[in-house]
């Protein structure tokens, strides 16, 4: 089974479309590391290494990078950590800031009442 990249359904190994969402799937193969060699088109590597450049005959050198955006489902503990408290800052920031406008509305509010 795979999933929609639209809907997040499961739907079955090598469909064209979704039948939840008709989302159409471009068609994309598996190649082997020979095929890989032999073929002209354009690739995808999701294998382990992260970055590689190569000479591919005909088609000049060829370079790519491999990035992971994966930020929140990081297996990381470190990573889960930091986000934490770069979280936890900005709510104290943003909290801290509205206390402090809270007080001085209250005083501006209680000022304004006092001379009327």
């Known amino acids: ?8 359904n499961e739907i079955p190994e090598g469909s064209q479309e979704c039948p939840f969402c008709q989302a159409e799937f471009p068609n994309v193969q598996i190649l082997s590391p020979k095929e890989q060699q032999e073929f002209q088109g354009v690739t995808i590597d999701q294998g382990g290494r992260k970055e590689e450049s190569y000479e591919r ?16 489902k990081s297996s990381s503990w470190l990573t889960k950590i930091v986000w934490g408290v770069v979280f936890a800052g900005l709510l104290l920031f943003a909290f801290s800031s509205l206390f402090f ?14 001379f009327r």
């Open 1 to 8: 089974m795979m999933q929609c990249y639209q809907c997040k």
């Open 57 to 72: 005959p005909g088609s000049g050198r060829i370079h790519y990078r491999q990035i992971n955006f994966n930020l929140f």
């Open 101 to 114: 406008v809270a007080v001085v509305g209250a005083v501006i509010w209680l000022l304004l009442r006092i």
